[in-house]
């Protein structure tokens, strides 16, 4: 027993003599260069024993599933760490808080599903890229990133690449607390729309990539955000599937306005309807006049329906006329029966008058009245 423990201590000792000074097994550690390298290695996990000189570490290619705070105990001197192409699927409370210098950090290409909402936390608020780029297992993360990009102190946070993540939609206010932030990465995802406080937040953002997405158009809403970020001098549209109806007329009328910050606006195309495909969406400002005649045409859709009225009520009007003809031998008959009807009355009238007239009669016929 007491030698099992002995054994222990001393394995201990050797341990953490070989850690400081020497390299993790299956790791290439560079003194001079202050950097270490275990790439695709078929680690499991971080090694232990990682050099305390260490400012640039590359863990990458690995199989590693979850990180947490133990796995970077005493690495002060880390600016750059790279965790990309790991399989990493959850990301821990703090895992990050050891790595008291951090300011790059690179979780590129994992299978995140689970981020803790402080889980990028660095204590004194170092970090000044993270790169999550096709970090995410789908969309349905996004609530975690949100969640963490909101809690993990990110108030010096620069640049943010959230390329090729799927997402769909991004929640209210996700970066609400990256202030400092200056390039904001989105390319490369499903985004349909951006609306009202999508951007909140962004102060100091140059930079908005939004190439290759699904945006449709960008309603009135979506520009207006656009708009209200003070700062950004560089928003690129590209690549996304731009339709041309008069829905558009917004953002084309906005993109011939804002030609200074758009910096590919000269490249944006229409790419439906079919008809429309490749036409410049800045040319399709022009597609305002199309829409606008339209509304004109409505009026004179409207004349034309006048017209076409006019028409079908002249058109009852002859039907009418050529009954009345054909039925002509009828209605002389009628009339005829009504002149002579008119003529038993007319004489019958005559008659009486003349029966008035005689003297003698009228004293008969008043006698006959009374
Ligand atoms: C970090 O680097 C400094 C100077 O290069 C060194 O003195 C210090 O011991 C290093 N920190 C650790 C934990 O090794
Ligand atoms: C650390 O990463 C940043 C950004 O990726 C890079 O500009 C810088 O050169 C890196 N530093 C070292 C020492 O590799
Ligand atoms: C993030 O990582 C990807 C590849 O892993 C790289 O192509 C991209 O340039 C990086 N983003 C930034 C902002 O450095
Ligand atoms: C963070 O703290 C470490 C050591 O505590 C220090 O070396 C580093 O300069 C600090 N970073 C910032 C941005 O203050
Ligand atoms: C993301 O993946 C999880 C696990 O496979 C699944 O349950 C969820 O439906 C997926 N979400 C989306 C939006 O595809
Ligand atoms: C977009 O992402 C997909 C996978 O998410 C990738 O295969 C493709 O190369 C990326 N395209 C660009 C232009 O980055
Ligand atoms: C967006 O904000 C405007 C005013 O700023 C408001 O009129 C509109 O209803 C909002 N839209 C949504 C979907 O919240
Ligand atoms: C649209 O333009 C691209 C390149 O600019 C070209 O490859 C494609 O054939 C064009 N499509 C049509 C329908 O003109
Ligand atoms: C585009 O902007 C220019 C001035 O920058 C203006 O003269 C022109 O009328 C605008 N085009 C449309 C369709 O509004």
Known sequence: MLELAQRMV?????????????????????????????????????PAGIPGYTRNLFITGNHIGRIGPECFQGLDNVTNLSLSNNRISEVESHTFAGLRSLRYLDL??????????????????SLRELNLSRALYNH???????????????????????????????????????GRLRRLQLSNNSLVAIHNATFRGLERLEELDLTFNTLKSIPEEGLRELDDLPAASRLLLGDNPFTCTCAIEPLALWLNGSR?????????????????RNVSLLAAAD???????????????????????????????LVFLFVLYLNRKGIKKRVNEARDACREVWEGYHYRYEMDSDPRLSQVSSCADA
């Open 108 to 125: 590129s290409n994992n299978q995140l599903t689970s981020i803790h909402p402080e889980g990028f936390s660095v204590h004194n608020h």
């Open 260 to 276: 200074g910050r758009v910096r590919d606006a000269e490249g944006l195309a229409c790419a439906f309807p079919p008809d429309m």
């Open 10 to 46: 001393f394995c201990a000792l050797v341990c953490s003599v070989y850690a400081r000074a020497s390299c993790p097994p299956r790791c290439e550690c560079s003194e001079a260069a202050h950097t270490v390298k275990c790439v695709s290695k078929d680690l499991r996990s971080v």
């Open 140 to 178: 349905s993360a996004v609530t975690d990133l949100a969640m963490s990009l909101r809690w993990s102190s990110l108030g010096s946070l620069q640049v943010l690449d959230l390329s090729g993540n799927g997402l769909i939609f991004l929640p209210l206010h996700i970066f609400a607390q990256l």
């Open 287 to 317: 597609l305002t006049l199309g829409c606008h005649q339209r509304a004109a045409g409505a009026d004179l859709a409207l004349q034309t329906s006048y017209v076409f009225l006019g028409l079908v009520l002249g058109l009852v009007g």
